[in-house]
C-alpha cells in the first residue's frame, strides 16, 4: 500500500521519526511537488510550531498525546469550508484577500484536538463550483498519476497532495460529490458522510441547505473511518445527530447497478470494476441484487435541479451580505450569482420538495437492499481544461460535470453516506473507482464492505508518504 496516515502515526508514536521531522519532509515534498499546483497556501512557520508543539506534548504530557489519533501529523486544510485559524481561506476567488484568518470553525478545533499538524491550504476551484480545480486566480490542480489530467474538485488539490505524498491525509469538503470524485480521480478513499454527522458550524455546514459535509480523502479505508470516529456526533447543527447503526457482518443484500443511462454512459472498464467487486462480495456470501438505472434515472436528474438551485442562490445571498465585487470573479460564477437571483421563491421550493422526494426514494430502495454498489466515475479523470469556467453557460457546465460523475449528487442532494475507493487499475494505470451508498448512519456498514474490497489488493499507491520511515 505504501503507507497511510495510521502508519505515519505509529512511526512518531513509536519514536521512529519526531512530528518535526515528519514537519519537514511534507515541507520538503511540498517543494519537489509544486508543479502539481496541490497547495495555494502554505505557512511553513505555523507547520513547525504546531510539530513542535506536539513533539513537546509527547516529552511532558505522554498520556495526553498517546489519546490522540492523529498526533504529530502533517496535513492541509481546504482552501474552502472550515476556516482554521490563521489559514486565509479564499475559496478559489480574487474576491476574497489572503490575509488575516477566522477563529477555528467546530470541525477545524477538532482537527487540532485530534493532533493534526497544519501547514496550508489546498487548491480548489472559485466557490467550489467544479469537479475540476483550475481557478482563474491560480494554481491549476494536476493529478500525481497522470499531470496532463484533472486530479478532480473541487477537492482537487487535497486529493492531489495525498496522493502525491506531500501528506497522509487531508481536510476536504463535499457538496455535490467534492470529496468523492476527487479521491475516485486519484486512486484514494473518500466518504461523504450522513447529512449531520460531521459538525458544520458555526458556518459552513448551515449554508447550503444540509447538501455540504466535511471529512478528508484518504490512503486506506482505516484511516477513513478513524477520523470519522473522531470527528463524528454532537455536531451541534440544524439537523439531528444521526444515530449510529449497529455493525452488521452478516449477510447483506447488495444492490449492483452496473449501468448509468444512455445519456450519461460510464465505460465498460468502469463498469467491470464495479461488477468485479460484486464478485468480491457475493464470495463473502452476500446477496446480490440487480438494480436499473430505470430505479434512480428521476433522482439523478432531480439532484442536479436541487444542487443547481442551492448553490446558485446560496453564491447570490453570500455575495450581498459580504458586498463582494462580483464583476472580479469568473465568469461561471458571475452566471450562476445571477441564476441565484433569478430564481423565484416558488421555484426554489418546488426544488427543495424534489430533494425530499429524493430521500424518500432512497429509503424506499433501502427497503430492497442493505447496500448498493455502482459506478462513482464514467471515465478516467478528464483532461486539464475540460471544464472551464470563462463562460456563463450554467447549464453546459452541470451537464460536463453530471457526464463525468452521474451519482455523484445523489448522497448530497439525499442526506446519505457514500463512499468510494479504487478497485484495479485501467491500461493507462489510472484508478478505477467504485462507490458505495447505505442508509443515513451506517457509515460503519460502508467502512465494513471497503475494507474487505481494499483486502483484494487491486490499487497500490505510486507515491510514498513524506516522512514515513520504510
Known amino acids: 500500500m505504501r503507507g497511510d496516515a495510521t502508519d505515519l502515526v505509529a512511526a512518531i508514536r513509536h519514536g521512529s521519526l519526531s512530528a518535526a521531522e515528519a514537519m519537514e519532509a511534507s515541507l520538503a515534498a511540498a517543494v519537489l511537488q509544486e508543479p502539481l499546483s496541490a497547495i495555494a497556501y502554505l505557512d511553513a512557520v505555523m507547520g513547525r510550531a504546531s510539530a513542535e508543539a506536539r513533539d513537546s506534548e509527547r516529552r511532558k504530557e505522554p498520556d495526553r498525546f498517546s489519546i490522540r489519533p492523529f498526533a504529530g501529523v502533517p496535513t492541509l486544510a481546504k482552501d474552502l469550508g472550515g476556516p482554521f485559524a490563521g489559514l486565509p481561506v479564499t475559496a478559489g476567488s480574487r474576491l476574497f484577500e489572503r490575509k488575516g484568518g477566522e477563529a477555528d470553525s467546530d470541525l477545524a478545533a477538532r482537527f487540532r484536538d485530534a493532533g493534526f499538524c497544519l501547514f496550508g491550504l489546498t487548491t480548489s476551484p472559485e466557490f467550489g463550483l467544479s469537479l475540476a480545480s483550475e481557478p482563474a486566480i491560480g494554481p491549476v490542480c494536476r493529478n500525481p498519476l497522470d499531470p496532463t489530467r484533472t486530479a478532480g474538485g473541487s477537492s482537487g488539490g487535497a486529493a492531489a497532495a495525498v496522493a502525491a505524498g506531500i501528506v497522509a491525509i487531508a481536510h476536504a469538503t463535499d457538496a455535490g460529490g467534492s470529496i468523492r470524485v476527487p479521491a475516485a480521480c486519484c486512486g484514494l478513499v473518500g466518504m461523504k458522510p450522513t447529512r449531520g454527522a460531521i459538525p458544520g458550524g458555526p458556518s459552513f455546514g448551515n449554508h447550503l441547505a444540509g447538501i455540504a459535509s466535511e471529512l478528508a480523502v484518504c490512503r486506506s479505508v482505516r484511516d477513513t473511518a478513524l477520523i470519522f470516529d473522531r470527528l463524528s456526533g454532537k455536531s451541534r447543527g440544524p439537523f439531528p445527530d444521526p444515530s449510529p447503526a449497529d ?224
Open 247 to 470: 455493525s452488521d457482518y452478516g449477510r447483506l443484500r447488495i444492490g449492483l447497478l452496473a449501468d448509468t443511462g444512455s445519456a450519461y454512459p460510464t465505460d465498460n472498464v468502469r463498469l467491470e470494476a464495479v461488477e468485479g467487486a460484486a464478485r468480491a462480495l457475493e464470495n463473502d456470501g452476500h446477496e446480490i441484487v440487480p438494480l436499473s438505472w430505470a430505479d434512480f434515472e428521476w433522482s439523478i436528474s432531480a439532484s442536479g435541479r436541487a444542487f443547481a438551485d442551492i448553490v446558485s442562490v446560496n453564491l447570490a445571498a453570500l455575495i450581498k451580505a459580504a458586498a463582494l465585487d462580483e464583476s472580479r470573479a469568473e465568469p461561471l460564477t458571475q452566471a450562476f450569482a445571477a441564476r441565484g437571483r433569478a430564481l423565484s421563491a416558488t421555484s426554489l421550493w418546488n426544488t427543495l420538495n424534489e430533494a425530499v422526494q429524493v430521500s424518500g426514494k432512497l429509503w424506499a430502495l433501502f427497503d430492497r437492499v442493505d447496500c448498493i454498489l455502482m459506478p462513482m466515475l464514467s471515465s478516467a479523470p478528464l483532461a486539464i481544461g475540460s471544464f472551464p469556467s470563462d463562460h456563463a453557460d450554467t447549464d453546459l457546465h452541470l451537464e460536463r460535470m453530471t457526464a463525468f460523475a452521474p451519482l455523484a449528487c445523489l448522497a448530497n442532494i439525499s442526506g446519505f453516506p457514500a463512499l468510494t475507493l479504487p478497485f484495479g487499475q485501467d491500461e493507462h494505470a489510472m484508478p478505477l473507482p467504485v462507490q458505495l451508498m447505505a442508509p443515513m448512519g451506517h457509515e460503519l456498514r460502508l467502512l465494513s464492505l471497503a475494507a474487505r474490497l481494499e483486502a483484494e489488493r487491486r490499487w497500490q499507491h505510486r507515491f510514498p508518504i513524506a516522512g514515513l520511515p520504510s
